[in-house]
């Protein structure tokens, strides 16, 4: 029975990664040719404007979905980040859709009008599935969208592709078997980054002895929906600092990583300051429920606080 599972594995993880390059191919020119000058003013643009002119109708969503999806394959291509393409029923909806009417999928009165936006692939869009990446979900497709999309799409917002992401998100980097692996952009040897039960409290408590992992895990169980909205609810941003320096950053000789909890422990094996130069450091900014606004505001005075030291994004140029 072993057998025949792991073979199942085998097809439904085959089948969904050559569904996907077979989906990409397939896509007209718009999608493949390079990035034009008015893309990276698209790209660039702030919502607020490309949302005006939307509504104005100087510029149509499904200019903005091309410049768009050309850009995530472009960024697929180089790091697998990619797992369910929803491109082709992206254009499908805004087809239907009619910023005069109130008729069709997509609300194009909406406050975020012709917005392309991606989904991580824990988030249920109709007539796709959502494995999160267990190949036992494949096939688990749904006819109507999640409450998350259908607020989006209410919104003007148009979903155009979901990404890939550690298996039921309970791991450190964005790797499973249904997808494969999503490369880092700064350095193909890394991931991009991203643990159960009484079982393992028992192990960690009695067996590893590690108390600090004990406590983390003790009263970890299967969550329900509410729960897990509860668990997740708070207002959040990441902010790119600096990178990595093989000089500065790396860890001194009298370092003994045996002295260290488990958590730590867990933190520091794979760390390597001399194969992880150039990886970007960032910062994580939390607030409460409902602190949006003030958790965007601390990040943007953390930014200006950096002045001429202003962590350098990619550019469009450096996915080609």
């Not at 992206?90 to 009619?98: G, I, K, P, V």
Request: hydrophobic share 35%; proline share 5%; net charge positive.
């Amino acid at each position: 029975m072993f057998l025949l599972d792991y073979l199942q594995h085998r097809r439904d993880c085959q089948t969904k990664q050559s569904t996907r390059a077979s989906t990409i191919s397939s896509f007209p020119a718009p999608y493949h040719t390079p990035l034009t000058p008015t893309d990276k003013e698209t790209l660039t643009a702030p919502i607020e404007s490309l949302v005006a002119s939307v509504h104005a109708g100087t510029t149509t969503p499904l200019s903005i979905l091309h410049t768009y999806g050309k850009l995530a394959l472009k960024a697929h291509a180089r790091t697998n980040c990619l797992t369910e393409i929803l491109l082709p029923s992206a254009e499908e909806w805004l087809a239907t859709s009619d910023k005069d009417k109130n008729g069709g999928e997509i609300n194009l009165r909406g406050p975020l009008a012709g917005i392309p936006v991606s989904l991580k692939d824990t988030v249920i869009v109709g007539g796709y599935d959502t494995t999160v990446g267990f190949s036992s979900f494949v096939g688990n497709k749904t006819p109507l969208d999640g409450p998350m999309v259908r607020m989006l799409k209410d919104a003007g917002a148009v979903p155009y592709v979901k990404t890939n992401l550690p298996i039921t998100l309970l791991s450190f980097e964005s790797t499973n078997e249904v997808w494969g692996r999503c490369v880092n952009p700064h350095k193909k040897g890394y991931s991009r980054a991203g643990v159960r039960g009484y079982l393992y409290y028992l192990w960690v408590k009695y067996v590893k002895r590690d108390d600090v992992w004990a406590r983390l895990v003790r009263n970890w169980r299967a969550q329900s929906a509410f729960e897990n909205w509860k668990l997740l609810d708070y207002s959040a941003g990441v902010l790119p600092i600096t990178h990595v320096d093989k000089a500065l950053d790396k860890l001194p000789a009298s370092f003994e990583i045996k002295k260290l909890n488990g958590v730590a422990r867990g933190a520091y094996k794979h760390y390597d300051a001399e194969k992880m130069h150039g990886l970007p450091v960032g910062v994580q900014v939390v607030g409460r429920r409902l602190e949006e606004e003030k958790v965007l505001a601390i990040m943007k005075r953390l930014e200006d606080g950096l002045g001429e030291n202003k962590y350098q994004l990619m550019g469009f140029d450096d996915l080609d």
